[in-house]
């Protein structure tokens, strides 16, 4: 198993912020089963403040920019990217990888 480890803040509005934590607690179904395709078997995401921090568990071959190219195609992916990225103060055509900086483990 492979982990990867990503930031990214979120506009600094409670109301939004609010908004975005339901929307994940309603993922559409689509979206997991993309993620489960490209071989993506845990994602989690953490919250402290406007402070994102996620948690990508993949299988041993998973290709970071390879398969989140392929995510990027699966159905609703951009919807969803489009929809949660109001929240993110980004543009909706940025991509994943433009929006979330991915950590350097250190310990």
């Given at each position: ?41 845990d994602m989690q995401i953490y919250r402290l403040g ?29 919807e969803w990217e489009a929809y949660v990225s109001q ?21």
């Open positions: 198993m492979k982990r990867y480890c990503q930031a990214l803040n979120l506009v600094d509005d409670e109301a939004m912020i609010a908004k975005y934590c339901e929307a994940h607690a309603h993922v559409w179904p689509e979206i997991i089963e993309g993620q489960r395709q490209v071989g993506i078997i406007t402070s994102l921090f996620m948690i990508c568990d993949t299988v041993d071959d998973f290709d970071w920019n390879r398969d989140m190219a392929r995510l990027s195609t699966m159905p609703r992916q951009a929240f993110q103060g980004c543009s909706p055509e940025a991509r994943s990888d433009e929006k979330w900086q991915m950590m350097e483990r250190i310990f």
